[in-house]
């Protein structure tokens, strides 16, 4: 049973439009949500995060959104760059637990 | 200061082999965490440690293990192995427990079961 889902594998932006990557999550003790990048060859990186008393974290061009009712997380990138490419991760913890529950990731392809 | 350090890079075992992956973590972190990633299935957690005891454990079956150094180097192993074990294997590093933000992962051990 999968409770971090990343439903669309992959994503083609143009450059300097907006890309949403999207995540759902089916457990409601999840309270703490990030986002990873991962290029080929590497580990994934942090990128930005969000905590379940807000419903909006911005970091530059990055800003995550978090709708609790729906159970739902979104990633904004404004404007897309080329070095953007990458696969995206979503994570979420619940409390104490200390362990992150990933989705399957969407790989984000922004073209010239 | 160094980043995270796995080896091998690359593995190519048989069908009932075990496997010892090695992860050194960045200088001052006591928290070692390993995960399996799968194409499609994102990153599943195996176990976590914390100077050297095991403070999690994901659900994978008794085959897989871990341990940790008194330097805070990590081992995973992997005995009797099976097709399905194919896999990239990230070790990640950070101070503490929990600290999701400062988690640095390193590039992995790709392991392939023949």
């Known amino acids: 049973d999968q409770q971090v889902k990343q439903n669309s594998p992959s994503l083609s932006v143009q450059e300097g439009r907006i890309s949403i990557l999207n995540c759902d999550y089916t457990?409601?003790?999840?309270?703490?949500f990030l986002w990873y990048k991962k290029y080929p060859a590497e580990g994934p990186t942090f990128l930005i995060s969000?905590?379940?008393i807000k419903d909006k974290n911005e970091d530059g061009r990055f800003t995550v959104f978090l709708n609790k009712s729906a159970k739902h997380l979104s990633l904004h990138i404004v404007p897309s760059q080329p070095g953007d490419s990458a696969v995206y991760f979503c994570?979420?913890?619940?409390?104490?637990?200390?362990?992150?529950?990933w989705g399957a990731g969407t790989k984000l392809i922004i073209k010239p | 200061k160094a980043g995270v350090t796995q080896t091998p890079r690359y593995l190519i075992k048989t069908r009932g082999q075990q496997v010892t992956l090695s992860c050194s973590p960045i200088?001052?972190?006591?928290?070692v965490s390993w995960y399996q990633q799968t194409p499609g299935q994102g990153l599943q957690f195996l176990f976590e440690?914390?100077?050297?005891?095991?403070?999690n454990k994901g659900n994978f079956p008794g085959r897989f293990s871990g341990r940790q150094f008194s330097n805070s180097r990590s081992e995973m192993n992997v005995s009797t192995l099976e097709l399905g074990d194919s896999a990239l294997y990230l070790c990640?590093?950070?101070?503490?427990?929990?600290?999701?933000?400062?988690?640095?992962f390193g590039s992995g051990t790709q392991l392939s079961v023949l």
């Open positions: 440690y914390f100077s050297e005891t095991q403070r």
């Open positions: 994570a979420a913890s619940a409390g104490g637990n200390y362990q992150l529950i």
């Open positions: 457990n409601s003790m999840f309270d703490y």
């Open positions: 969000i905590s379940s």
């Open positions: 990640a590093s950070s101070s503490d427990p929990g600290a999701w933000e400062k988690l640095f």
């Open positions: 200088s001052g972190h006591r928290s």
